[in-house]
């Protein structure tokens, strides 16, 4: 799979998504693929189980940082785990939310059942 380019960041009249936690969840071989890119900064990162690439959106309150854009290369063969939690510039009530914080511990085989694809 591929993942296109794309901000983390969306102007808000209440919060703004601030900064990315990208928490990987399983390692890819370096000629796999699958690599995080952030095509502006010239930055591609391998992502390894355990490393949490970490990043801002904005260069301050509603401003776009254009260097944010990220996206993740297609892989060659196998699977990719990832997950995300933002933090927001203030509190967003719970019905709002995106995503709910998630913590998983990295594990070896496949992902838990309850996770599902």
Request: proline share 7%; glycine share 8%; net charge neutral.
């Amino acid at each position: 799979g591929k993942y296109e380019p794309h901000y983390d960041w969306a102007k808000s009249v209440s919060s703004e998504q601030e900064w990315t936690v990208l928490l990987c969840l399983s390692s890819v071989a370096d000629d796999q693929g699958g690599e995080t890119v952030f095509p502006r900064a010239n930055i591609v990162v391998q992502p390894k189980e355990g490393m949490a690439i970490v990043f801002k959106n904005t260069k301050s309150l509603h401003v776009l940082d254009q260097d944010s854009l990220h996206g993740g290369a297609p892989l060659k063969y196998g699977e990719k785990w990832n997950s995300n939690q933002w933090i927001f510039s203030q509190d967003v009530h719970f019905a709002r939310r995106v995503s709910l914080p998630l913590l998983l511990i990295p594990w070896g085989g496949d992902p838990p059942k309850w996770l599902g694809r």
